[in-house]
């Protein structure tokens, strides 16, 4: 299966007509019935709301606050910044959405009424299609919904769907029947069942995932919101008995004071943001064209910790190549190299190919058919190919075959000891003949992929376990899980070999990710924490698992755990980020509130802040500030590093612990300088 890679269009971070929606959308996500969702930005929209009123009241009745106003100007600002960066993840997907969209047309669909008849048909909307329904596509229609094809075979353009033009084949029967509405029929026809209701086909449900419709919040995203708002919670109940407390002491605290150092205490900065945290997870896996079908799905990827990978395609190239000949006695080499491409040039075969690419690369041989020479064609039946001429005949194919056409019950002994190591290494040894005479003996090996080694390394260091998934016999597979590098390996694999071992590895608490694309692949696939299906695969391929690979590329699972732990240590980055930065604002605003009735309580104002009331007012500026300020970071995501939990968590608390507690040092020091020159204090 060739890997491509292709990637959804990317949209840029600043783009301006998308900024533009995203500020509308953040004053619409204002409303107190939709900000509910969120508690902590929903608590500091009551508090703006408050301190709003309360500067209102000062200017109705002669004694305008220019610091009240301003308290409560940055508190609405706090609470913007928050929505208006979930509104531009938002806006990220509905770019997406959109462009999806303006591919989906209304078509005339062929219906038959007798699938049996496909010379009788009647034109009919696709949007008129039901479950069932029997249509009929050929060269050039638009397949109109998502189906299975029951008869014919095609060239089908997927472009549409996947970005990639190549036409890939779908023909009735196999793994390869699925077809997805929206698509173009280049070649031949198809009788296609429609399998999908009116509004649920695949491109629609691409549209309202990545636009965000049906997004829901993650189990962590549920816990760390219960943790957010009981921090909340607890720094309200902190503030309020500051009201007594100064009170006892002589001083006065105002309700705009209270309400700024409680919104700066409590976890505003990660409140507002990660919402667009989870957004931007799933955007990222687009721009890998991998469509996941919950946000719970991409979190779970981040959490996985066994990995379960095909043999062929993913960790092999897939198809056997030659790697090395062994000539039998009195032969050499070269007279075997030429022999061998002779009769492999009636073999069209990829392993047929490779012989000849092999022999001209190591030997210089060019595979040129003789004059008046005949070709016998490779067989599955015969499992040989061969050439005839002038009375001379030469043959390749599979050792049984070539020992029988040449009727030779033993081989020679190097050649025997020969086709049994080519074996025991997981090789497929061919023999070679000219006349009755065997003349050596051919190695195909199942190349393993460059790099694959290096990447289960790096997926070993994170702590995930690799398990190779083959239906080879035990030593072939043991062989290429050897050279491969893998953890462990599952050989002569049935379906309910893979679905009992998912079983018993999650019922030891671990989670665990595959990928499939064939009906067999279905339960494993449902029962895997991450199924990743192709979209080549069949109907209940798809419908089992919970992400879609639109490029079809098995090796892409380990992008996406990539891009699930990415999306965890974004979201854990930036919870430290938004804790450690209270910490600094204790030191802003506590001494500026006390100092008058407690004068020791200067020691505390290491950052030398003007006055009182620049302090505080600094505090809630660099609160609101930081947040837009953050939000290329949320969206764009943490970089992702392949080390273990621990040097992880090390590096975080590093960088974002102590980064976020010198960030509004220098910060909330520049603004109180800049308000300060500006004469606001």
Not at 222 to 229: N, V
Not at 277 to 305: K, P
Not at 497 to 509: A, M, T
Not at 575 to 594: H, M, Q
Request: glycine content about 8%; proline content about 4%; aromatic content about 4%.
């Amino acid at each position: 299966m060739t890997s491509h890679h292709s990637k959804a269009e990317r949209i840029p971070l600043l783009d301006r007509s998308l900024l533009s929606r995203a500020l509308q959308d953040a004053f619409r996500k204002l409303d107190p019935r939709e900000l509910i969702r969120n508690p902590v930005i929903f608590v500091t929209e009551i508090v703006s709301a408050l301190v709003t009123l309360l500067a209102v009241r000062d200017f109705a009745i002669g004694k305008p606050s220019l610091f009240s106003l301003s308290i409560a100007v940055f508190l609405w600002l706090t609470v913007l910044f928050a929505t208006f960066a979930e509104a531009i993840a938002e806006g990220r997907g509905r770019a997406r959405a959109e462009t999806l969209r303006r591919m989906r047309t209304e078509t005339l669909a062929k219906l038959l009424p007798n699938p049996a008849d496909r010379a009788v048909f009647k034109p009919v909307p696709a949007s008129e299609l039901n479950v069932g329904d029997h249509v009929l596509v050929e060269a050039g229609d638009i397949i109109p919904s998502d189906g299975e094809a029951v008869e014919g075979i095609a060239s089908v353009n997927e472009a549409a769907i996947t970005g990639e033009s190549a036409p890939v084949i779908r023909e009735a029967g196999g793994d390869r029947s699925a077809v997805t509405g929206g698509t173009l029929v280049v070649s031949d026809w198809l009788v296609i069942r429609i399998t999908a209701a009116r509004g649920t086909t695949f491109l629609d449900r691409m549209i309202r995932l990545v636009e965000g419709a049906e997004r829901r919040k993650t189990p962590n995203e549920i816990a760390l919101d219960i943790l957010l708002a009981g921090l909340t919670l607890i720094f309200l109940i902190a503030v309020v008995t500051l009201v007594s407390f100064a009170h006892y002491s002589g001083a006065t605290l105002s309700i705009p004071v209270l309400a700024a150092l409680f919104v700066c205490l409590i976890p505003t900065t990660i409140g507002g943001l990660l919402s667009a945290i989870g957004i931007a997870g799933m955007d990222r896996l687009l721009r890998f064209n991998v469509l996941a079908t919950s946000g719970r799905a991409v979190e779970a990827a981040g959490d996985v910790d066994t990995l379960l990978l095909d043999k062929t395609g993913t960790i092999t190239l897939g198809n056997r190549m030659a790697a090395s000949i062994v000539p039998g006695p009195g032969v050499t080499e070269q007279e075997l190299a030429q022999a061998a491409v002779l009769a492999s040039l009636g073999d069209d075969t990829p392993e047929g190919r490779s012989i000849l690419a092999f022999a001209r690369g190591r030997y210089g041989i060019a595979a040129e058919k003789p004059e008046g020479a005949k070709v016998v064609p490779f067989s599955a039946q015969t499992r040989l190919s061969g050439l005839d001429h002038e009375g001379q005949t030469w043959r390749k194919g599979a050792v049984d075959s070539i020992c029988q056409w040449a009727g030779v019950e033993n081989m020679p002994s190097v050649l025997t000891n020969a086709v049994e190591r080519i074996a025991r290494a997981g090789g497929t040894p061919l023999a070679v003949a000219r006349g009755r005479q065997i003349m050596g003996v051919i190695e195909l090996k199942d190349i393993v992929k460059p790099g694959i080694r290096e990447r289960f390394a790096a997926l070993r260091r994170m702590g995930i376990r690799t398990v190779m998934v083959t239906g080879d016999n035990r030593l072939t597979a043991a062989a290429i899980a050897g050279e491969a590098g893998v953890d462990d390996f599952i050989a002569e694999a049935t379906p309910q070999d893979k679905l009992s071992y998912i079983r018993r590895v999650q019922s030891e608490g671990r989670l665990v990710a595959m990928t499939g694309d064939g009906t067999n692949d279905a339960p494993a696939l449902a029962q895997a924490d991450v199924g990743v299906v192709m979209q080549t695969g069949t109907q209940a391929a798809r419908e089992a698992g919970n992400m879609v690979d639109l490029d079809s590329d098995p090796t892409k699972l380990i992008e996406i755990v990539e891009i699930g732990k990415q999306l965890l240590i974004t979201r854990g980055a930036l919870t430290t980020f938004s804790i450690a930065n209270d910490v600094s604002k204790y030191f802003a605003i506590l001494p500026a509130i006390f100092v008058t009735a407690y004068p020791e309580l200067e020691a505390l104002n290491v950052m030398r802040l003007n006055s009182p009331q620049s302090a505080i007012l600094s505090a809630v500026i660099f609160n609101a500030l930081i947040i837009v300020l953050l939000v290329p970071l949320a969206l764009r995501g943490v970089r992702f590093r392949p080390i273990g939990a621990a040097e992880l968590l090390r590096r975080n608390l590093l960088l974002y612990g102590v980064g976020g507690i010198v960030a509004p040092f220098i910060g909330i020091k520049l603004i109180d300088m800049f308000i300060t020159a500006l004469g606001l204090s």
